[in-house]
């Protein structure tokens, strides 16, 4: 398994910008696919970005994130990151990034088996 700490988070205006970072250890991390997910306040978690394991590198993005937010990752410093722009209100949640089972992102949290804590981001209007 692989171990995660996210880091990042904060309060920022509508519009704004922040990144996301998630530290990785374990002898899996480049190899595993990594998903960023988010849960608000009353709600279930949710799919927000994710890129394959391996050489592959594919990314997918939730339709609310897409063209606003981009994952990439570090494979030489096992860091997973979630560069987020033009932030708005409904933004707001807890963000989790998550190592998956396989080297193939998926949206579906139960085919990721590692969580970090999670880290808040809150987005004023």
């Known amino acids: 398994q692989v171990q995660l700490v996210e880091s990042g988070g904060g309060l920022v205006q509508a519009g704004g910008s922040l990144r996301l970072s998630c530290a990785a250890s374990g002898r899996t991390f480049s190899t595993s696919a990594m998903g960023w997910f988010r849960q608000a306040p009353g709600n279930g978690r949710k799919f927000v970005a994710a890129i394959n394991g391996g050489r592959s590198g594919r990314m997918y993005y939730a339709d609310s994130v897409k063209g606003r937010f981009t994952i990439s990752r570090d494979n030489a410093n096992s860091t997973l990151y979630l560069q987020m722009a033009s932030l708005k209100p409904e933004d707001t949640a807890v963000y989790y990034c998550?190592?998956?089972?396989?080297?193939?992102?998926?949206?579906?949290?139960?085919?990721?088996?590692?969580w970090g804590q999670g880290t808040q981001v809150t987005v004023s209007s």
């Open positions: 998550a190592a998956g089972i396989a080297y193939v992102s998926t949206t579906d949290p139960s085919d990721y088996n590692s």
